[in-house]
């Protein structure tokens, strides 16, 4: 599989980068995901895997597949599984994370991780199951409880969503609130083709490409998304009604264009 684009950002993920990405499908997501864990243990940094079991099978045995033995790296102490909705569950509060509980859970976490003096990258799903979830407030409150908890210790971490940024449904909620959160939303193979996609579907449609338009934009959050997310965010607010028909036209373009 091609690596995504932005693959250099997720393989060196220095400490300080909060990243998002969004994927349609969970093979997608293990390459990506792939990238920012082995970059990490490559590199000698401790890594955190706080999933889904789903995803936990997954990474694991792309990790096999990439010649390094998850159950080697465990026994180290280099590499860790958490539950995501175990951990969850020890910090939420009436449907919101609680920055005590967060800060004691996460905290324990990283400072024995922290204490073998490597580099720290964290995968998180907790914020995903949120938002599938319908509680989009707590997973944008997560979001920013890890940017405190990244003013008190250093480490890089990766946040992924099973979001079909295709769907103009997707857009119906906060889905800006993650650039306002996140130091980047990376983009994948599939946002560039889309992006070219809505380019012909909004030349057709407007007379104009709407990217340029998404690009000259001054909503500084809206920057972080890949060029077919900004275009769909711009379109949301500045023209609502034509949301649904501009993505049912690019996604007719998109699949034209599939190799």
Same mark, same amino acid.
């Given at each position: 599989?091609?690596?995504?684009?932005d693959?250099? $950002?997720?393989?060196?993920?220095?400490?300080?980068?909060?990243?998002?990405?969004?994927?349609?499908?969970?093979?997608?997501?293990t390459?990506?995901?792939?990238?920012?864990?082995?970059?990490?243990?490559?590199?000698?940094?401790?890594?955190?895997?706080?999933?889904?079991?789903?995803?936990?099978?997954?990474?694991?045995?792309?990790?096999?597949?990439?010649?390094?033995?998850?159950?080697? #790296?465990?026994?180290?102490?280099?590499?860790?599984?958490?539950?995501?909705?175990?951990? #969850?569950?020890?910090?939420?509060?009436?449907?919101?994370?609680?920055?005590?509980?967060?800060r004691? !859970?996460?905290?324990? !976490? #990283?400072?024995?991780?922290?204490?073998?003096?490597?580099?720290?990258?964290? =995968?998180?799903?907790?914020?995903?199951?949120?938002?599938?979830?319908?509680?989009?407030?707590?997973?944008?409150?997560?979001?920013?409880?890890?940017?405190?908890?990244?003013? #008190?210790?250093?480490?890089? $971490?990766?946040?992924?969503?099973?979001?079909?940024?295709?769907?103009?449904?997707s =857009?119906?909620?906060?889905?800006?609130?993650?650039?306002? !959160?996140?130091?980047?939303?990376?983009?994948?193979?599939?946002?560039?083709?889309?992006?070219?996609?809505?380019?012909?579907?909004?030349?057709?449609?407007?007379?104009?490409?709407?990217?340029?338009?998404?690009?000259?934009?001054?909503?500084?959050?809206?920057?972080?998304?890949?060029?077919?997310?900004?275009t769909?965010?711009?379109v949301?607010?500045?023209?609502?009604?034509? !949301?649904?028909?501009?993505?049912?036209?690019?996604?007719? =373009? =998109?699949?034209?264009?599939?190799?």
């Amino acid at each position: 599989m091609k690596a995504p684009p932005d693959s250099s $950002l997720l393989a060196e993920a220095p400490a300080g980068r909060h990243v998002a990405q969004f994927h349609r499908d969970a093979e997608a997501l293990t390459e990506s995901a792939y990238v920012f864990l082995e970059g990490g243990l490559r590199r000698g940094h401790s890594v955190v895997i706080i999933a889904t079991p789903a995803n936990a099978e997954r990474f694991e045995a792309r990790l096999s597949a990439g010649k390094l033995d998850p159950m080697a #790296l465990r026994n180290s102490g280099q590499l860790e599984f958490l539950d995501a909705a175990t951990i #969850l569950g020890k910090f939420m509060a009436n449907g919101l994370p609680e920055w005590g509980r967060f800060r004691g !859970t996460l905290g324990a !976490t #990283l400072d024995r991780v922290q204490a073998l003096g490597r580099g720290t990258r964290i =995968y998180g799903d907790m914020a995903d199951i949120l938002w599938k979830d319908g509680n989009t407030q707590g997973a944008i409150r997560l979001e920013e409880l890890w940017n405190a908890l990244g003013r #008190l210790y250093p480490f890089a $971490l990766y946040c992924s969503y099973m979001l079909d940024t295709q769907c103009e449904e997707s =857009y119906a909620g906060p889905i800006e609130e993650l650039g306002r !959160t996140h130091t980047e939303i990376v983009a994948t193979v599939e946002d560039e083709r889309f992006a070219a996609a809505l380019d012909r579907a909004s030349k057709e449609m407007f007379g104009i490409s709407l990217s340029q338009m998404a690009g000259m934009g001054k909503q500084d959050d809206e920057r972080r998304f890949p060029s077919g997310q900004r275009t769909m965010l711009w379109v949301k607010r500045n023209l609502p009604s034509s !949301t649904a028909r501009l993505a049912e036209r690019a996604r007719h =373009y =998109y699949k034209d264009a599939r190799p």
